[in-house]
Structures are given as C-alpha cells and as structure tokens.
C-alpha cells in the first residue's frame, strides 16, 4: 500500500509523526510506501526503517501546501492495492485526479482548514466529493465528525480510528528525568508544540503570572520572540524555559520530570493533541481546552485532568495550580491517563484497526470490478 502525504520524518509534525508511526507499524504486516514532497528542488528516494519514502520535488510550500509538479505521474506510477492520502492537502487532490488512478482509496481527515477561510469556501466542494467517494474515509475522533463541515455531511463514509503512539518510547528514563528536576527545580509544567496561534501559549504566559511553578515550552515557530515579550512583561521570564524544538525521541525524560502537561489550544486546527498521548503514557496528568475536536476525547475532564474554556488565562491558572498543589489528584489522573493510553491509543492498537479496514476494502472492490470488466465484455 502506498501513504501520500505532505512531508515525513526529519520533518516535524503530528501528522507527519503519525504517518511515520502508522507506516513503521504497518510494514510488519505490509509492503509499505509513502510519497511526499522533499524540502529541496529534487527527488530523493530512501529507505527509512524499512518504509519506502520517494521524497519529490518541491518548487515552493504554500500556505503550508507542498507544491510538487510530479505528484501526478507518481501516483500514476503507484503499483500498491490501496493509496491512503492524508489530507486536508489540496495539491495531492488535484493530483490524484490528474493520474487517472482506480482502485481503492482510503483517506485520512486530519483537520479542517480552518485560518484561510476563503481557501476553506473554494475547496469544501472538492473535499466533500473525495470524503464521499472515497472507499473509506477516517476521522481520528467522533468529537471531529460532528463538528467538521467536511465529514458531518458524509458520517456513513467516515470510521474514526484514533491515532496511537509507541509506548515504548516513553518508558521512564530516571536518571535524565532527575537531571532536569535539578535543572529546572520542583512544580514544573510542560508544554509542547509548534509555536503557532492556534496553540494558545500566549493564555498560558498569561495563566504563568498566576502561577507558583516553572514552565518549560519545547517547540519553535514565528511567534517564539512575541511570547519571549510576554513572558518578560509578566515578570515571569525567570519561571519560563524556551527550550526549542527537541527531536521527538528525546521528549520522555521531559514528560517524565514534570508535575503537569497543559495543552492551552485556542482553535479548532488542533484536531486530535498528540503530544496528550505522550504526557498520558508517561503518567501526568493533562490540562487541556473544551474544543468541538479530539482534544477532548484524549484526555477525558475528571478522569486524566481537567478540561477548561479556550482562551481562559484564569481557568488554565486554577487548573494547574490544584494540580500542582495535590499530588494524590496528580496520581489519580495519571494513572487513569497510562490505562486509557494502554487500551485506547498505542500504535499497535492504530495499525490493527487501519489493517482492518483495509482488508475489509480490498476484496469488495475487486469482486465489484471484476464483475464489471465481465459485463463490459460480454456487451462487446
């Protein structure tokens, strides 16, 4: 089966850490490719922990959108029984329906476009048509069916298969966990993310005023320097650690040394909160904003944190603190968050359900154009 995305690994991203977990799951079952644009003006084929990845050509990146003139004759190209595109991604649409390709299509809804409005309004006709015509279409929560204008039209053509995460790779490391308690000192919260808008870490500067703990922020982005000034003008810049943009690998003993994991999210662009499953699976408890997504859904309000309105400094304050303040609640809630991790959302748990699904598409689709090819040959 062959994946089409937008990037993949080195390149960050929580799509791109799903597609690279999904296909390093799914090659022990199947042949397994992935397409997706390179970062450079040329093709670069590898592979990467057994996964065939064909990097292509990238003549520029478009309001986030990869923009490679030879994704149509790629996928034109592509042998497999099954492609899976992995949308929202315009370009790759375009590019499907220019090779001409039949055959089984599965694609995965990771989110709405939802800042380029007039982007949003252009394309909901086009996106519609593939969710509906697609053999399958997943969303990776039933919070995001319902609030989508994409997928809430098509709910019979739409399976949610959450995403999951190695749990392997957030076994407890001690020692590194320890070092960073004595670098950073007690009461720490940790956040993770791009730094971006919809990530809503300038209410959690805001709530960090409030606060009697440390904040360490791993990530990067365009809006790193207005969040260094709001951390300054707070008076909080000795309590608030920038520590950048920090290879997925090595995150655990972060997880591990804080007290608590907030993800502050202010629009609906976050679909899902990955970096939740990861703070779960190594037992904090989250704090996390009552959007119409999955955010929610991960972590459950009352059962492995506490849920408070987007764009609400004071509510993240109350939250963290009486997290901060009660080590009995603390346990109680991450030991819930191992459990729901543990039984909801590892990889293996993902693939066997994308596994599925597509072994239920493929013979139905066969045995329905073999017996067209058949009545078109008997009418000649």
Not at 144 to 173: D, N, Q, T
Not at 208 to 214: D, E, F, P, S, V
């Amino acid at each position: 089966m062959t994946h089409i995305g937008k990037f993949y690994p080195p390149h960050m991203g929580g799509i791109e850490t799903h597609l690279q977990t999904l296909s390093n799951e799914l090659r022990r079952s199947l042949m397994v490719n992935v397409i997706v644009a390179n970062k450079a003006r040329e093709r670069r084929q590898e592979i990467v922990d057994g996964v065939a990845v064909t990097r292509l050509a990238n003549l520029a990146t478009v309001r986030s959108m990869p923009l490679c003139p030879h994704l149509a004759t790629a996928i034109r190209s592509v042998r497999s029984d099954i492609v899976h595109l992995h949308l929202p991604n315009p370009a790759a649409l375009i590019a499907y329906l220019m090779s001409g390709r039949r055959g089984p299509l599965v694609l995965t809804w990771h989110s709405d476009i939802l800042r380029q409005k007039l982007l949003s309004r252009v394309l909901m006709p086009l996106h519609r048509w593939f969710v509906r015509n697609a053999t399958q279409c997943i969303a990776t929560s039933p919070d995001y069916i319902g609030s989508s204008p994409v997928l809430s039209v098509s709910r019979p053509h739409c399976r949610v298969i959450p995403y999951g995460i190695p749990l392997e790779r957030f076994a407890a490391p001690h020692n590194e966990a320890a070092e960073l308690r004595r670098r950073f000192g007690p009461r720490i919260v940790l956040a993770v993310g791009r730094l971006i808008y919809y990530k809503g870490f300038e209410y959690l500067m805001r709530a960090m005023a409030h606060i009697n703990g440390k904040l360490v922020l791993i990530g990067d982005g365009p809006l790193r320097r207005s969040l260094e000034r709001d951390a300054c003008e707070a008076g909080i810049s000795e309590r608030v650690f920038f520590a950048g943009e920090i290879d997925n690998s090595k995150l655990a003993p972060y997880y591990h040394a804080a007290e608590v994991f907030v993800l502050p999210s202010v629009a609906r662009t976050e679909a899902f909160g990955i970096v939740q499953l990861e703070a779960m699976a190594c037992g904090k408890p989250v704090v996390n904003t009552r959007l119409a997504t999955g955010v929610p859904f991960v972590s459950v309000d009352g059962l492995t944190g506490i849920t408070v309105p987007p764009c609400d400094p004071a509510s993240l304050a109350q939250a963290i603190t009486r997290l901060l303040n009660d080590a009995e609640l603390r346990a109680c809630y991450g030991a819930a968050a191992i459990r729901r991790v543990r039984s909801e959302f590892t990889a293996e748990r993902m693939a066997a359900r994308t596994l599925a699904l597509y072994r239920e598409i493929v013979p139905p689709w066969e045995r329905a154009h073999t017996s067209a090819l058949a009545n078109a040959a008997s009418c000649s």
